[in-house]
T-cell receptor
């Protein structure tokens, strides 16, 4: 199993709906997780961090961490066309300062 | 606001040339990273540094070297550029145990 895995998509969601992005991880990463958004041709931008089991909300974004099942999710409520991007899940490497990134999920919000 | 500045947005070089990519951060971050990003391969870590004059190999260090003489500056060096090093290069920085912030990227073409 890869350390951090994401479904590469593409994921297509109608405008106004909830977009759900998922990421699973192995025991080889620590319990700090990050979601980055990357628009085409641009660099990744940090949108959420989560360190504890449960939900963390920030505006239309909710990150969910389930340590027992080893998955982390990002929910985007009231999806907008401007949310169309690739979303990267990342986890901190055990005992190190570097991050391990998933392959990214390409999300398209259809008007 | 964190600012990570990469010296060039676009760069075209010839095979065999020695190429320097520069990255500067203005937030006194301890850690700095160099990645390359290619379609279908995701983000791959080349080198990182957790202190001045310190460096660690990432997942794909072959053909690259780095230099960190000052805390704010991290340089990536392609010793003898080859066409398979054509890619998007991303620099990032972070505090210890904090998420990474990325520069705008350098799209490098080796002809």
């Amino acid at each position: 199993q890869k350390e951090v895995e994401q479904n590469s998509g593409p994921l297509s969601v109608p405008e106004g709906a909830i977009a759900s992005l998922n990421c699973t991880y192995s025991d080889r990463v620590s319990q700090s997780f990050f979601w980055y958004r990357q628009y085409s041709g641009k660099s990744p931008e940090l949108i959420m961090s989560i360190y504890s089991n449960g939900d963390k909300e920030d505006g239309r974004f909710t990150a969910q961490l389930n340590k027992a099942s080893q998955y982390v999710s990002l929910l985007i409520r009231d999806s907008q066309p401007s949310d169309s991007a690739t979303y990267l899940c990342a986890a901190r490497d055990q005992g190190a300062q570097k991050l391990v990134f998933g392959q990214g999920t390409r999300l398209t919000i259809n008007p | 606001d964190v600012k990570v500045t990469q010296s060039s947005r676009y760069l075209v070089k010839r095979t065999g040339e020695k190429v320097f990519l520069e990255c500067v951060q203005d937030m006194d971050h301890e850690n700095m990273f160099w990645y390359r990003q290619d379609p279908g391969l995701g983000l791959r870590l080349i080198y990182f540094s957790y202190d001045v004059k310190m460096k660690e190999k990432g997942d794909i260090p072959e053909g690259y070297s780095v230099s960190r003489e000052k805390k704010e500056r991290f340089s990536l060096i392609l010793e003898s550029a080859s066409t398979n090093q054509t890619s998007m290069y991303l620099c990032a920085s972070s505090r210890v145990l904090q998420p990474q912030h990325f520069g705008d990227g350098t799209r490098l073409s080796i002809l």
